[in-house]
């Protein structure tokens, strides 16, 4: 298909998974690029090693740099492995979306462009992927460990998740143990199951940043069978002034932060959550409870009366959703944080967001 093809399909919002070949591949993975140009050949050619197996899907998100005539040279060199779908800017939210829409992998992952795979850990994944379809032992989502790299620095810090998970095998969520308050997924660590995403019909919210919370948070429930892969499979960048994450980004779209917590915590009643596995539910609470206490930190840090006036609405959202889940997590250990009385309060809690985030040197 042209270029000019693909850029119509993706405003159309067109599935291409069924036009584009036959055949399945075992993983899709979907790189949003936002004038990418200056890092994503990194990104890309972190993905190359997988081989056939891999389907990468670079989504070039309405960039005015030369990303996405790096996105059509890649298709020309790797046509049986690399595609690109062309689209007006929509978000990194829009660019997972429309990486889903046309997957054709039987499991899916994000990787953002300015990050990268270690090629031993991939190699070790399609070959977990390969198995569990030999098997017919199909699971709904695989964990995987990853390291922070800096400019300076590559894996300078590490993330696993040995003391909840038992690696190598097939789980259910009631063979998981309890995850402690500080270890929370990112969606680095995690790949979902293709068609469980699509079958609950999931789509993210456009034009704003940090709902990779809602994508993290929401599809767990309906996760049934997991395997945690303890190998260093994700490589998160950390340290360029243009990123979402750094702190000064993060205040001056602090309403977008705000109605991200807001919409992901307001995801499943108490009731609902209480359904659920024992150790998956305490991870559902915790990581409610971390999203308010982060947030709340944020809204603190900025002290103007419109960021504390989003976080008395960001409770009060959550109050009016569901009674129940209010008073939950203003009992939780993180959540009672963010409750503590006057500016006394505040500062405790901005210090420990800020002591947080040098211990794993953002």
């Given at each position: 298909?042209?270029?000019?093809?693909?850029?119509?399909?993706?405003?159309?919002?067109?599935?291409?998974?069924?036009?584009r070949?036959?055949?399945?591949?075992?993983l899709?993975?979907?790189?949003?690029?936002y004038?990418?140009?200056?890092?994503?050949?990194r990104?890309?050619?972190?993905?190359?090693?997988?081989?056939?197996e891999m389907?990468i899907?670079?989504?070039d998100?309405?960039?005015t740099?030369?990303?996405g005539?790096?996105?059509?040279?890649?298709?020309?060199?790797y046509?049986?492995?690399?595609?690109?779908?062309?689209q007006?800017n929509?978000?990194h939210?829009?660019?997972?979306?429309?990486g889903l829409?046309?997957?054709l992998?039987?499991?899916?992952?994000?990787?953002?462009?300015?990050?990268?795979?270690?090629?031993?850990?991939?190699?070790?994944?399609?070959?977990?992927?390969?198995?569990?379809?030999a098997?017919?032992?199909?699971?709904?989502?695989?964990?995987?460990?990853?390291?922070?790299?800096?400019?300076?620095?590559?894996?300078s810090?590490?993330?696993?998740?040995r003391?909840?998970?038992?690696?190598?095998?097939?789980?259910?969520?009631?063979d998981?143990?309890?995850?402690?308050?500080?270890k929370?997924f990112?969606?680095?660590?995690l790949?979902?199951?293709?068609?469980?995403?699509?079958?609950?019909g999931?789509v993210?919210?456009?034009?704003?940043f940090?709902e990779?919370?809602i994508?993290?948070?929401k599809?767990?429930?309906?996760?049934?069978?997991?395997?945690?892969?303890?190998?260093?499979?994700?490589?998160?960048?950390?340290g360029?002034a243009?990123?979402?994450?750094?702190?000064?980004?993060?205040?001056r779209?602090?309403?977008?932060?705000?109605?991200?917590?807001?919409?992901?915590?307001?995801s499943?009643t108490?009731?609902?959550?209480?359904?659920l596995?024992k150790?998956l539910?305490?991870?559902m609470?915790?990581?409610?409870?971390?999203?308010?206490?982060?947030?709340?930190?944020?809204?603190?840090?900025?002290?103007s009366e419109?960021?504390?006036?989003m976080?008395?609405?960001?409770?009060?959202?959550?109050?009016?959703?569901d009674?129940?889940?209010?008073?939950?997590?203003?009992s939780?250990?993180?959540?009672?944080?963010?409750?503590l009385?006057g500016?006394?309060g505040?500062?405790?809690?901005?210090?420990?967001?800020r002591?947080v985030?040098?211990?794993?040197q953002?």
């Amino acid at each position: 298909m042209s270029g000019t093809g693909w850029r119509a399909a993706a405003q159309a919002k067109t599935p291409l998974h069924r036009k584009r070949r036959n055949g399945m591949k075992l993983l899709t993975v979907t790189v949003p690029c936002y004038n990418s140009a200056a890092y994503m050949e990194r990104c890309v050619n972190s993905l190359l090693p997988g081989g056939e197996e891999m389907d990468i899907v670079l989504i070039d998100d309405g960039s005015t740099d030369e990303t996405g005539a790096i996105a059509d040279r890649y298709v020309r060199e790797y046509p049986t492995m690399v595609r690109v779908v062309h689209q007006p800017n929509g978000g990194h939210g829009e660019g997972i979306n429309q990486g889903l829409r046309n997957a054709l992998g039987r499991y899916f992952k994000v990787v953002d462009s300015d990050d990268r795979l270690d090629e031993p850990s991939l190699l070790k994944l399609l070959g977990v992927l390969r198995r569990l379809e030999a098997a017919g032992e199909t699971v709904d989502l695989l964990v995987s460990n990853y390291v922070y790299d800096r400019a300076d620095k590559q894996a300078s810090f590490s993330v696993n998740y040995r003391v909840a998970m038992k690696p190598g095998r097939v789980l259910r969520w009631e063979d998981i143990h309890r995850f402690p308050v500080h270890k929370q997924f990112m969606i680095h660590s995690l790949i979902y199951r293709t068609d469980l995403l699509r079958e609950h019909g999931f789509v993210l919210p456009a034009h704003t940043f940090y709902e990779d919370n809602i994508y993290i948070y929401k599809p767990l429930p309906w996760t049934k069978r997991v395997y945690y892969l303890d190998e260093p499979l994700y490589g998160y960048f950390i340290g360029r002034a243009d990123q979402s994450i750094a702190e000064k980004n993060i205040l001056r779209r602090l309403d977008q932060v705000s109605r991200i917590a807001e919409e992901m915590i307001t995801s499943y009643t108490l009731a609902e959550l209480k359904t659920l596995p024992k150790s998956l539910y305490g991870y559902m609470i915790n990581n409610c409870a971390g999203m308010l206490a982060t947030t709340s930190a944020l809204q603190f840090i900025d002290e103007s009366e419109n960021s504390l006036a989003m976080n008395r609405h960001m409770w009060q959202t959550i109050r009016e959703f569901d009674e129940e889940l209010y008073q939950k997590l203003r009992s939780n250990l993180l959540g009672s944080v963010t409750v503590l009385p006057g500016a006394t309060g505040r500062r405790m809690l901005v210090s420990g967001y800020r002591f947080v985030r040098k211990m794993i040197q953002f």
